[in-house]
């Protein structure tokens, strides 16, 4: 049996990058899912693609009112949803001498408030079933780089979160897991504008790569992966983890 036959997945930044695949990925697997992004175009693009089992709803995830919103459009679906996945996120450089109180706070609104909005969102619908929440932190959480302070500080967070909401609704008897997935430089937009804005596309590459002990670059699937495990009841005695995706950085 396809481990998403009969559930309903909700993934946040699902109108590109890994949250596009893996909304791909559950549908090919049974599932129906709903995707969320602040992107229409996008958005609608990608779920006309996957077809008839892929809903796109436009929402700001960094705003509760569209998780409310979207509680609303679900109506009696919101208590059969099955997972949560969120992997809304941006990267943009910036060092502690550069960065600007506009741009952190704007990177914490996306990679760290849509996630605790989103866990709320999840608690509440799956606390009198079960479920699974997977968050997207980076291995950057644990193994930062100084020219991106923002996006370690608020990855870091995610982690937190993570465990903690885990351990919350292992308290409270819920039948809800909570995990996250850390990948490692993926080859992503998100990645090729950094490979693009270099001077030396050709050594930026090089550079990503040779960052990680297995001297290359990941690919999306090999992280949809680990979150198709953590969504699925594969993961089913697993909480309040993380699942490193980083061709080896969490070793060093």
Same mark, same amino acid.
């Given at each position: 049996?396809?481990?998403?036959?009969?559930?309903?997945?909700?993934?946040?930044?699902?109108? *590109?990058?890994?949250?596009? #695949?893996?909304?791909?990925?559950?549908? &090919?697997?049974?599932?129906?899912?709903?995707?969320? +992004?602040? $992107?229409?175009?996008?958005?609608? =693009?990608?779920?006309?693609?996957?077809?008839? *089992?892929?809903?796109?709803?436009?929402?700001?995830?960094? !705003?509760?009112?569209?998780? $409310?919103?979207?509680?609303?459009? #679900?109506?009696?679906?919101?208590?059969?949803?099955?997972?949560?996945? !969120?992997?809304?996120?941006?990267?943009?450089?910036?060092?502690?001498?550069?960065?600007?109180?506009?741009?952190? $706070?704007?990177?914490?609104?996306?990679?760290?408030?849509?996630?605790?909005?989103?866990?709320?969102?999840?608690?509440?619908?799956?606390?009198?079933?079960?479920?699974?929440?997977? &968050?997207?932190?980076?291995?950057?959480?644990?193994?930062?780089?100084?020219?991106?302070?923002?996006? !370690?500080? =608020?990855?870091?967070?995610?982690?937190?979160?993570?465990?903690?909401?885990? #351990?919350?609704?292992?308290?409270?008897?819920?039948?809800?897991?909570? &995990?996250?997935?850390?990948?490692?430089?993926? &080859?992503?937009?998100?990645?090729?504008?950094?490979?693009?804005?270099?001077? !030396?596309?050709?050594?930026?590459?090089?550079?990503?790569?040779?960052?990680?002990?297995?001297?290359?670059?990941?690919?999306?699937?090999?992280?949809?992966?680990?979150? #198709?495990?953590?969504? =699925?009841? +594969? *993961?089913s005695f697993t909480t309040g983890d993380s699942i490193s995706v980083d061709g080896g950085v969490i070793?060093i």
């Amino acid at each position: 049996m396809p481990r998403f036959e009969d559930k309903l997945v909700i993934i946040s930044g699902g109108a *590109s990058g890994m949250g596009a #695949l893996t909304a791909e990925h559950v549908v &090919n697997e049974g599932g129906q899912v709903v995707t969320l +992004d602040i $992107n229409e175009e996008m958005g609608k =693009s990608v779920a006309d693609k996957i077809g008839k *089992s892929c809903e796109f709803f436009k929402a700001d995830v960094t !705003n509760p009112e569209s998780w $409310n919103s979207l509680e609303e459009h #679900l109506g009696d679906r919101f208590n059969k949803i099955t997972s949560v996945i !969120n992997a809304a996120g941006i990267s943009e450089p910036a060092t502690i001498e550069d960065e600007t109180f506009d741009h952190w $706070n704007r990177t914490h609104a996306i990679n760290g408030t849509s996630v605790f909005l989103g866990c709320q969102f999840a608690v509440k619908s799956m606390k009198d079933r079960s479920g699974s929440i997977v &968050n997207f932190a980076s291995s950057l959480a644990t193994r930062p780089q100084p020219f991106v302070i923002a996006y !370690n500080y =608020s990855k870091a967070g995610v982690l937190i979160l993570t465990r903690t909401v885990a #351990l919350h609704c292992a308290q409270m008897g819920y039948k809800i897991r909570c &995990n996250a997935v850390q990948p490692g430089a993926i &080859n992503t937009p998100m990645m090729q504008r950094y490979v693009e804005g270099a001077e !030396n596309p050709e050594q930026q590459l090089a550079d990503f790569a040779a960052s990680h002990p297995m001297n290359r670059v990941g690919e999306p699937e090999e992280v949809v992966r680990a979150v #198709l495990f953590l969504a =699925s009841e +594969d *993961s089913s005695f697993t909480t309040g983890d993380s699942i490193s995706v980083d061709g080896g950085v969490i070793a060093i």
